[in-house]
């Protein structure tokens, strides 16, 4: 069985801080695939990243950056100085054992005020 | 031009009424999903689809129907619409079929509200 946790439902800073959002995953498969989407306040899904379970390596876009880390089984993404358009709630998701059921956490929103 | 395409974007209805979401996506996708969000914002996947087989959630009840006209399309009927059946509805594609690899792309969502 799958399973995405984001433990923290809001998370509320001011602009230019640095934030990090928890993702931890559960799954017994060794081949799998963590991905985190953005949701704006006008509802769409926009994929921002996929990460395959043999490539741990961080990866750094702009002021994103995400961490994996297989011993913890998380997938943690940080905005680095953030700015009032990544208000968003942001999701962490799974896909493994080759059913493309692909498994979404709660979600944590994320405010960013001026 | 959008590359997952629903519609309606909005959806407001009648308990007890049959009603249809539109997807179309322009990727040259093998496989459509639906997906269904609700009002805590949890989103559960409802159908995975492409021209060779469909799953069904077991927990979607059989009131839902994903119907494809061709592999551009899979369109959401719904029929006696509930009022647990609110919520934001998502489409999605990816390009091949059982690939966890693949990567997801979602439509701007359809949120129906059943009064």
């Known amino acids: 069985a799958q399973k995405v946790t984001q433990a923290q439902t809001e998370i509320s800073v001011v602009e230019k801080e640095d934030v990090t959002l928890d993702c931890v995953y559960e799954?017994?498969?060794?081949?799998?695939?963590l991905f985190w989407y953005k949701q704006p306040p006008s509802g769409e899904l926009v994929f921002l990243i996929r990460r395959n379970s043999f490539d741990e390596q961080n990866e750094i876009s702009g002021r994103y950056s995400w961490n994996f880390q297989k011993s913890t089984s998380s997938f943690n993404f940080t905005i680095t100085a953030s700015q009032v358009v990544d208000s968003a709630v942001y999701f962490c998701a799974l896909s493994a054992d080759g059913n493309n059921d692909m498994r979404f956490g709660a979600g944590t929103r994320l405010t960013v005020k001026p | 031009d959008t590359a997952v395409s629903q519609t309606p974007k909005y959806l407001v209805t009648q308990m007890g009424n049959d009603k249809s979401i539109k997807c179309e996506q322009n990727l040259g996708h093998d496989t459509m999903y639906w997906y269904k969000q609700d009002s805590k914002k949890f989103l559960k996947i409802m159908f995975s689809y492409n021209n060779k087989e469909l799953i069904i959630n077991e927990t979607v009840p059989n009131r839902f129907s994903p119907k494809s006209p061709d592999k551009a399309h899979l369109n959401l009927h719904i029929n006696s619409l509930e009022l647990g059946d609110s919520a934001v509805y998502f489409c999605?594609?990816?390009?091949?079929?059982?690939?966890?690899?693949?990567?997801?792309?979602f439509g701007p969502g359809t949120r129906l509200t059943v009064l």
């Open positions: 799954t017994r498969d060794t081949t799998y695939y």
């Open positions: 999605a594609s990816s390009q091949e079929w059982f690939r966890e690899a693949d990567t997801q792309y």
